[in-house]
């Protein structure tokens, strides 16, 4: 990174100042700077998209968690309420006659 000062003229010997060097030093502290930015806004890119995988796939598996737990909770219930059934056959068949009643009663009145 080279700055050239003000220099004297060859033929007038008067004090000149290009302003090339000065420019050039600026445009090449400007484009590392870019470069630099560059860099980070890539690496940071590149972790969040990580991050964002990671996070997904926890979301994932968690999700199969909860969906195998609750199909085993309903599949307890179903036979649970199959056992109570077939022990008091008449009991459920009275319960299942008055409940379709009240829901006839119910629609039957709107």
Do not use: N
């Amino acid at each position: 990174m080279a700055i050239e000062t003000a220099t004297r003229h060859p033929e007038t010997g008067s004090r000149t100042d290009t302003g090339r060097g000065v420019m050039g030093a600026v445009k090449d502290t400007a484009a590392g700077m870019v470069d630099s930015a560059t860099d980070w806004a890539q690496e940071a890119g590149q972790g969040m998209a990580q991050t964002a995988k990671e996070w997904a796939a926890d979301v994932g598996h968690g999700a199969e968690r909860a969906y195998s737990a609750t199909r085993d909770s309903v599949m307890g219930a179903e036979q649970s309420m199959e056992m109570c059934i077939r022990r008091h056959p008449w009991e459920a068949a009275f319960v299942a006659f008055g409940a379709g009643c009240l829901l006839g009663c119910a629609l039957a009145r709107r």
